[in-house]
C-alpha cells in the first residue's frame, strides 16, 4: 500500500503517546508504523524493556534508528514540553463511551494508549475524561493488540483529517 502523501504534507501534525509500554516488539511495529504515516511516537516510563533491546529493533525492522521516539520521564512532563490542548487529545480505552469514529478531526492530535496490561490510569481518564475512545470489537475478544490498536487510531485520525490518499 502506497499513500501519495503523508500527515507532514497535509499539514497534520500526529503523535502517539505510548504511557508504560510493557511489550517489546509491539513498540517496534508501532514505531514503524508512526514512521510510515509520518507521526511522531513518544514513549512514557517506566517501559517494560530496554530501548537497546534487539527485539525492539528487530520489530521495527531497519527503520527503528529512523523512529527515534520521544522518551519522557512522565507523562505530565510531556504535556509540559509539547503542549495539547484538551481538544486535540485522543485517549483510547475499551471502557469509553464513545466510539473512535466520533474522534474529532484536528490538525494536531496526540493518540495515547496506555501498557498491553493495565491500560490508562485512572487519573489519566478522569483529567480528560472528555476525550475518551474505544475501538469497538465484539465479545469473542477481551482486546486488541496494543500495535493492531494503535494502527486503526492514527490512520482514521489520518483519513478523518483529510491526509490518506487512495492506495495504488
Known amino acids: 500500500m502506497n499513500l501519495d502523501t503523508s500527515a507532514a504534507d497535509e499539514g ?4 502517539v503517546v505510548l504511557v508504560a509500554p510493557e511489550i517489546h516488539w509491539n513498540t517496534g511495529n508501532i514505531g514503524r508504523t508512526c514512521l ?4 511522531r511516537l513518544h514513549l512514557i516510563r517506566p517501559l517494560g524493556f530496554s530501548l537497546d533491546s534487539r527485539q525492539v529493533k528487530r520489530a521495527g525492522l531497519d527503520y527503528w534508528e529512523r523512529v527515534s521516539p520521544g522518551i519522557w520521564d512522565s507523562f505530565d512532563a510531556f504535556c509540559h514540553a509539547l503542549k495539547p490542548e484538551d481538544t486535540e487529545m485522543g485517549l483510547f480505552t475499551k471502557g469509553a463511551d464513545r466510539s473512535f469514529w466520533e474522534m474529532p478531526a484536528r490538525r494536531r492530535m496526540f493518540l495515547v ?4 496490561t493495565g491500560g490508562l490510569p485512572e487519573a489519566m481518564l478522569a483529567r480528560f475524561n472528555r476525550a475518551c475512545y474505544r475501538i469497538p ?8 493488540n496494543l500495535s493492531t490498536a494503535v494502527g486503526i487510531a492514527l490512520y482514521e485520525s489520518l483519513r478523518s483529517g483529510g491526509a490518506a490518499a487512495p492506495c495504488r
Open 137 to 144: 470489537i465484539t465479545g469473542e475478544i477481551r482486546s486488541l
Open 12 to 15: 497534520l501534525e500526529r503523535h
Open 113 to 116: 494508549f496506555g501498557s498491553e
Open 36 to 39: 510510515g504515516a509520518g507521526a
